[in-house]
């Protein structure tokens, strides 16, 4: 169907339930990262710095390998503690918390970024810590990060082509199905990489669109 | 827990790691010195009142910030391959890591340009300097400096980039070198977890030399 | 010698040099005054090629500054500029600032250069200064840096674009007295300045300008005791 090739409408189908398990991992994980991001980044914002420190050492780590071998060893997890946790479920958690310890320091900036005299305002008007930071700091520091964290999710689901390593037909992993048949590496290649770009490109420039108006006001 | 470690093994083949790791340590630097010069010449391109240079310019750095690295390392390796352009998985991975580097950095790079006054280029060009001088004296030593942390950003990421030849069947990495160990052991975990401190080891080395550096190097 | 014929120039629908002709000699001083938006810095930038002319023509020395084939870089060399902003290049110390023009530009040997900078920067009172960066010097300081810096290209002349309109005014006098300087040792300089005792002082004559034109050009004397033109009259009894 295209160009004279063997790639026939079910071969694209296939892609797009590639890309539709690349969306699900990526959401999922970007999902936790960002709960555990979120309460992460708090601590180290406002904790004692025994506690901040050590926190974000162990988060570093995550940053300071890569994540190929991450996954490889939570999935070998699954053999020494005869987990039989199913690759979605390692991948998720994995990319998860990947995730956060990006998104952790993303929180911290965003907090720190908040003035302390509006806080110091808001708790001068009888607020309570937690109150405080829901209404105030959170919405405020949202503001300032949003931008960046559209980059970061974009960047997990970049890094999902990744879980193929561990037997999940995700995106890029369906690509090479077809061309193990269909034999035409480069075409098929072309029009993953158009899909991952499709995915992306408009996310991107929304994220940039959002930080330029955000920064002049 | 029924799992019983087993060290000795991985200990007995350190040698042969870090061996991969120097290999791990020459593709970042290949990848990040050639990336970072066409980064540049992107950015000017990007700038470049010549429609067709920015356009083409444009679509590298887009497509290298919105597909996902593994991609572009297997278009490379598949998508040559079948053009007849036979190719090892170690120079697709160079190429790989480079093409992404300079989109990436290209994008820096166009805010670094920026972020230097129109004013230092007009104070350069009333002494009678060039455009090439102007921008080799002038701009990129500012630029670099603005730049600094996002390069160093970018070193880290071009190491554990680099872990992805083993997709490709590349054997002679650090990655490359533990899951050859791993096939024939099965002993995943520990090889994975040594491999995994390497790896940890080289970021922060490569961290620390670039604070190092910058403190050298910016002290005005 | 600098000669200016009937220049005009635009910034989009503003019309700011409208016919701007005047010549200056060799080892003249020459003080452009006028309101701001009158169009004298450009035409301090139209003289050293900085900005583009529409019609009209520039000439130093007999070369024409806007002609296709002048070899613009080569022309630079002569004509010294020193703007407002010192734009001091803060990556480079005192005296690399002023070094890197002579070893880029004339290819002077890093030796000889180091020679010239220095001697350059002790004429201007920063001997002391040499390994300083930028950003450790004040206001009146830079700027004197960037003096020496177009000095330092031994310029037949000096063009000097408000120089002591971004400083604080306890730091004025220190420049002032460094233009005072060269005057004395008969360096032919154009100068746009505000400070209008200078102009008087140090001025072998003095131009006028009003929307993009020399409304009167004539000795100090002339202009500031008596001015014939009312834009004239009017200007120099708001400026002091």
């Known amino acids: 169907m295209f160009f004279d090739s063997s790639l026939s409408w079910n071969d694209i189908l296939f892609l797009l339930d590639g890309a539709i398990v690349t969306i699900a991992i990526t959401l999922a994980s970007v999902a936790l990262g960002t709960i555990l991001g979120v309460l992460f980044g708090l601590v180290r914002a406002g904790a004692l710095w025994w506690i901040s420190w050590p926190l974000g050492g162990a988060l570093d780590i995550f940053r300071s390998v890569p994540l190929l071998i991450q996954l490889v060893l939570f999935n070998s997890f699954n053999s020494m503690f005869r987990l039989h946790w199913s690759p979605y479920v390692i991948a998720c958690i994995c990319l998860g918390i990947y995730t956060a310890a990006f998104c952790t320091e993303l929180v911290r900036s965003g907090v720190l970024a908040v003035p302390p005299a509006t806080r110091r305002a808001a708790r001068s008007l009888g607020m309570s810590w937690w109150q405080e930071v829901v209404s105030i700091t959170l919405p405020m520091a949202t503001r300032i990060v949003f931008p960046s964290w559209i980059g970061l999710s974009l960047g997990v689901m970049k890094d999902t082509s990744l879980v193929l390593w561990i037997g999940i037909i995700e995106l890029l992993r369906s690509s090479q199905i077809i061309t193990s048949r269909v034999q035409e590496p480069l075409l098929i290649l072309t029009i993953t990489g158009l899909i991952y770009f499709l995915m992306s490109f408009p996310i991107a420039r929304l994220g940039a669109h959002l930080e330029r108006r955000w920064q002049i006001q | 827990m029924s799992y019983t470690f087993q060290w000795r093994p991985v200990l007995r083949s350190l040698p042969e790691m870090l061996w991969g790791?120097?290999?791990?340590?020459?593709?970042?630097?290949?990848?990040?010195?050639?990336?970072?010069?066409?980064?540049?010449?992107?950015?000017?391109?990007?700038?470049?009142?010549?429609?067709?240079?920015?356009?083409?310019?444009?679509?590298?750095?887009?497509?290298?910030?919105n597909t996902p690295a593994l991609f572009q390392i297997y278009w490379i390796y598949f998508g040559l391959g079948s053009l007849g352009i036979g190719i090892e998985p170690y120079s697709a991975l160079v190429f790989g890591i480079t093409f992404n580097n300079a989109g990436y950095l290209a994008e820096t790079f166009r805010g670094g340009f920026s972020a230097v006054p129109e004013a230092q280029i007009r104070a350069a060009r009333s002494l009678g300097?060039?455009?090439?001088?102007?921008?080799?004296?002038?701009?990129?030593?500012?630029?670099?400096?603005?730049?600094?942390?996002?390069?160093?950003?970018?070193?880290?990421?071009?190491?554990?980039?680099?872990?992805?030849?083993?997709?490709?069947?590349?054997?002679?990495?650090?990655?490359?070198?533990?899951?050859?160990?791993?096939?024939?052991?099965?002993?995943?975990?520990?090889?994975?977890?040594?491999?995994?401190?390497?790896?940890?080891?080289?970021?922060?080395?490569?961290?620390?030399?670039?604070?190092?550096?910058?403190?050298?190097?910016?002290?005005? | 010698m600098i000669q200016i014929e009937d220049v005009h120039k635009h910034f989009g629908p503003l019309h700011v040099l409208k016919g701007v002709s005047l010549s200056v000699e060799k080892g003249e001083v020459l003080s452009m005054i006028g309101g701001?938006?009158?169009?004298?810095?450009?035409?301090?930038?139209?003289?050293?090629?900085?900005?583009?002319?529409?019609?009209?023509?520039?000439?130093?020395?007999?070369?024409?500054?806007?002609?296709?084939?002048?070899?613009?870089?080569?022309?630079r060399r002569k004509i010294g500029i020193v703007f407002q902003q010192w734009n001091a290049f803060p990556h480079l110390t005192v005296l690399e600032n002023v070094m890197l023009a002579p070893r880029k530009v004339l290819r002077?040997?890093?030796?000889?250069?180091?020679?010239?900078?220095?001697?350059?920067?002790?004429?201007?009172?920063?001997?002391?200064?040499?390994?300083?960066?930028?950003?450790?010097?004040?206001?009146?300081?830079?700027?004197?840096?960037?003096?020496a810096r177009a000095l330092a290209m031994s310029p037949d002349y000096m063009l000097f674009d408000e120089?002591?309109?971004?400083?604080d005014p306890q730091l004025v006098g220190e420049?002032?007295?460094?233009?005072?300087?060269l005057s004395h040792e008969?360096?032919?300089?154009?100068?746009?300045?505000?400070?209008?005792?200078?102009?008087r002082e140090v001025s072998d004559r003095v131009a006028f300008f009003c929307k993009g034109?020399?409304?009167?050009?004539?000795?100090?004397?002339?202009?500031?005791?008596?001015?014939?033109?009312?834009?004239?009259?009017?200007?120099?009894?708001?400026a002091i």
Not at chain 2, 169 to 196: C, K, M, P
Not at chain 3, 163 to 167: D, G, H, N, R
Not at chain 3, 175 to 181: E, K, N, P, Q, W
Not at chain 3, 186 to 196: A, K, L, Q, R, Y
Request: hydrophobic fraction near 45%; include cysteine.
């Open chain 3, 36 to 75: 701001s938006g009158s169009g004298k810095s450009t035409m301090l930038m139209c003289i050293n090629g900085l900005e583009a002319i529409e019609k009209g023509r520039i000439s130093v020395d007999g070369v024409e500054v806007h002609a296709k084939s002048t070899d613009i870089n080569r022309l």
């Open chain 3, 213 to 238: 034109q020399i409304h009167e050009l004539g000795t100090p004397d002339q202009i500031f005791e008596s001015p014939e033109r009312p834009e004239t009259i009017d200007f120099l009894r708001s």
């Open chain 3, 108 to 147: 002077k040997s890093r030796h000889e250069a180091e020679e010239i900078a220095i001697e350059q920067l002790r004429h201007v009172g920063l001997g002391e200064k040499l390994k300083s960066f930028p950003s450790r010097l004040s206001g009146g300081q830079q700027q004197r840096m960037a003096i």
């Open chain 3, 163 to 167: 120089v002591t309109s971004a400083l």
């Open chain 2, 21 to 65: 790791a120097s290999v791990t340590l020459e593709i970042a630097i290949m990848a990040m010195s050639v990336g970072t010069a066409l980064a540049i010449l992107l950015a000017l391109a990007k700038r470049s009142n010549l429609k067709i240079l920015s356009r083409l310019a444009g679509i590298w750095i887009e497509v290298a910030r």
């Open chain 2, 129 to 220: 300097m060039g455009a090439v001088p102007t921008l080799w004296h002038i701009v990129l030593p500012q630029m670099l400096r603005v730049t600094f942390p996002a390069l160093t950003n970018q070193m880290v990421w071009s190491i554990l980039m680099t872990s992805l030849g083993a997709v490709v069947g590349l054997t002679s990495d650090l990655t490359g070198v533990t899951q050859q160990l791993n096939v024939v052991t099965y002993r995943t975990f520990e090889y994975f977890f040594v491999s995994a401190c390497l790896y940890y080891v080289m970021s922060k080395i490569c961290t620390i030399f670039a604070r190092l550096l910058a403190w050298r190097l910016f002290r005005y």
């Open chain 3, 175 to 181: 420049v002032l007295d460094t233009l005072r300087m």
């Open chain 3, 186 to 199: 008969g360096m032919t300089m154009i100068v746009v300045t505000h400070e209008m005792r200078f102009a």
